[in-house]
């Protein structure tokens, strides 16, 4: 079987699931709609923008004003077939011009966030606007500025209509994001999760690893991930499983169906999930257990102090970073304790397990020894 056959993109289309798009990519859309009627008097319907994997899908407008120095544009969030809190919501971004040299500034408007404790990837009193989505929209404003002469300093208010009261229904308030909602995503992609079909998908892709003489195959939490991976260890497509949150499906199918080399890779909070013995690692069914990321740190030599501040840390990766400073070895602490588990579901399969933890970057924060 070819590459083709197998990976993440191939079990997508087993699933026979539609998928749909990000806030981020939403707000991006109307961002950039947005930014072209300030400089030309004209809103480009529909608007059409470029996803970090080099997609480039194409967005109706639901909503368009041309203001004095001002324009907003709002784009109604699809998410396909995955069971989204946001979807059908209208996502508005309002673009303003600024003095030459001023940047891109960005502003929560109604039903969109803000961010009030440490620990997660924004500065404490930014909105709620994660790292892709901002460098997406950047991306975006920097072509329209040069395709129609503008400086590229502008102002955009992202708002969600009831965002305040959609953000109920997320873990938002927990992580001390106040008002609304966060604009997210990776990709631009929603990816849809029914659970027995992406369970159904997994155990094709560790068939289709197998039929290929794969001897060492990937299970991946997502995107940011499976680059990982790849850039690790080389792995070819079809050696990439989409896990998602279902690591539990992944080790009792390899159980039944080995391969002599598992690596598990995913971000640092949710493989702490694993590691406290969670299965599934959606947000929604589990979370991340602090007692046992203090009782980790006091077995990698935190003082007491240390371990107490771990154990009231607002998120998992504030968590890590207090440790890092500390110079406590809690990634690898976590993905040992991970592959522990993981070797307890496997029951003596002839399987070796590997495990890498990494931050929203990619960026490797922990692993355990070869």
Not at 82 to 110: I, K, M, Q, S
Request: net charge negative.
């Amino acid at each position: 079987m070819s590459e083709a056959s197998g990976g993440r993109e191939a079990q997508l289309k087993h699933t026979g699931l539609r998928s749909g798009w990000t806030t981020g990519a939403c707000a991006t859309a109307a961002t950039t709609a947005a930014y072209t009627a300030l400089l030309t008097g004209d809103f480009p319907d529909p608007v059409t923008i470029t996803l970090p994997r080099g997609q480039t899908p194409a967005f109706a407008l639901a909503l368009e004003a041309l203001g004095d120095g001002s324009a907003t544009v709002g784009v109604v969030k699809d998410a396909g077939d995955d069971p989204d809190v946001t979807h059908g919501a209208l996502v508005r971004a309002t673009v303003r011009a600024l003095p030459a040299g001023a940047g891109v500034v960005f502003r929560a408007g109604p039903g969109v966030g803000t961010v009030t404790l440490p620990g997660l990837p924004l500065d404490v009193g930014e909105p709620a606007v994660n790292p892709v989505p901002r460098r997406m929209m950047r991306e975006h404003i920097a072509l329209v500025a040069e395709r129609h002469g503008g400086t590229g300093d502008v102002e955009i208010t992202l708002s969600v209509d009831h965002g305040e009261e959609l953000a109920r229904s997320t873990w938002n308030g927990r992580l001390g994001i106040l008002g609304g909602l966060s604009i997210l995503g990776t990709t631009g992609i929603v990816v849809p999760y029914s659970c027995s079909a992406w369970i159904d998908s997994i155990r094709r892709g560790v068939d289709v690893a197998r039929a290929a003489g794969r001897t060492h195959v990937a299970g991946c939490t997502g995107s940011t991930s499976e680059k990982t991976v790849v850039a690790e260890y080389g792995l070819p497509g079809d050696a990439l499983l989409d896990m998602g949150d279902f690591a539990g499906a992944v080790l009792k199918y390899v159980r039944r169906h080995p391969v002599p080399r598992l690596t598990l890779c995913g971000g640092f909070a949710k493989l702490s999930k694993l590691a406290a013995g969670h299965l599934d690692l959606h947000s929604g069914r589990s979370q991340v257990d602090k007692g046992l990321l203090a009782d980790l740190a006091r077995r990698g030599g935190a003082s007491p102090e240390l371990a107490e501040a771990v154990a009231t840390a607002n998120t998992g990766l504030a968590a890590l970073q207090l440790c890092t400073a500390a110079g406590v070895p809690l990634g690898d602490l976590v993905a040992a304790e991970a592959r522990d588990q993981a070797l307890a579901v496997l029951r003596g399969a002839p399987v070796t397990v590997d495990v890498l933890c990494i931050d929203r970057a990619g960026t490797i924060v922990g692993r355990t020894p070869d």
